[in-house]
């Protein structure tokens, strides 16, 4: 199955400081190609655990004793990692969004560019779809993801159009969706503003955001005295919930202080904001937003 070079690969698996006979996990499995890297540093005895809760990755499963694909959604990771009785790890990668196979499959409904079903479901198994979520949401909760998830100033706006052409006819396909909210897309700024109302409702179909959340979470504890946590996100609001659990342990209000005044944050950075080189860029477009953190425990 066809998926596009991975991003940030190097400086990505590099980050992870790997240990030949270490346990590592990549939570966003795609096309393996960050796990083959993975697998290409470790030792006999060392053991990568992999995630992805799309039916279509299992078709890339690497065929290595050191290998595991689990296929569920990598907020449940600690439940699926105690099931093959790990509870510590020494490295945790994840590449954040929506792979490159997932955009170019047309019946999947996740680009822009073709005309499909309205879906967007990462898992075929997820009980709401886009169809749902611009059929049957309420109005006031379409302008809110529209704004929250897609940073658009005239979500009220689209919401608005949405629900009063839906009342006439089902609103079924991309192509559908994209006639009904033209006047709101010119043309100079048509793929930018689409991407943006496209983006928000996936990440409302898929609930990214949460379980990007209680993913973060869950590292601190899984993560030994001197691993590592690798993350690529590729928009605003992953990256800005990544750097923050980072820099404070939480995603909103104060991290917590302890009897000296001294903040108590479970994570460190390690290094700089990461981001691809020109060259790679050139060759793989879909990287030109990629942002790579990097952060082990604090001790």
Avoid: C, W
């Avoid at 979470?217 to 691993?227: A, E, F, I, R, Y």
């Amino acid at each position: 199955m066809e998926y596009h070079n991975p991003v940030l690969l190097t400086e990505s698996v590099d980050a992870l400081n790997i240990k030949p006979d270490g346990i590592y996990v990549d939570v966003t499995f795609g096309g393996g190609g960050h796990s083959k890297e993975i697998l290409k540093r470790l030792g006999e005895k060392g053991k990568l655990f992999a995630f992805d809760q799309d039916e279509d990755a299992q078709q890339n499963s690497i065929n290595d004793e050191r290998f595991v694909l689990i296929q569920q959604n990598f907020r449940f990771i600690k439940r699926f990692l105690k099931f093959y009785g790990v509870t510590k790890v020494d490295g945790i990668f994840a590449d954040l969004g929506v792979s490159s196979h997932q955009f170019d499959e047309a019946d999947r409904g996740f680009s822009t560019r073709f005309d499909a079903k309205l879906d967007m479901r990462m898992s075929k198994a997820s009980k709401i779809s886009a169809f749902d979520v611009v059929n049957k949401y309420e109005e006031d909760k379409i302008s809110s993801l529209l704004f929250q998830y897609g940073e658009l100033r005239n979500a009220k706006a689209i919401a608005k159009k949405i629900v009063a052409s839906r009342a006439t006819n089902l609103i079924t396909t991309s192509f559908e969706l994209k006639q009904v909210l033209a006047e709101f897309v010119p043309k100079k700024v048509e793929h930018k503003i689409l991407a943006q109302i496209f983006q928000a409702i996936r990440i409302e179909v898929n609930e990214e955001i949460t379980a990007l959340k209680e993913f973060l979470l869950q590292t601190p504890d899984l993560l030994t005295k001197s691993g590592r946590l690798s993350v690529i996100s590729y928009h605003s609001l992953e990256d800005r919930l990544v750097k923050r659990f980072i820099r404070d342990g939480l995603f909103e209000g104060e991290p917590v202080k302890d009897m000296y005044g001294n903040f108590q944050v479970p994570l460190k950075k390690v290094g700089s904001l990461i981001t691809p080189k020109p060259a790679e860029i050139k060759e793989n477009n879909r990287s030109r937003s990629a942002k790579l953190r990097i952060a082990t425990l604090s001790l």
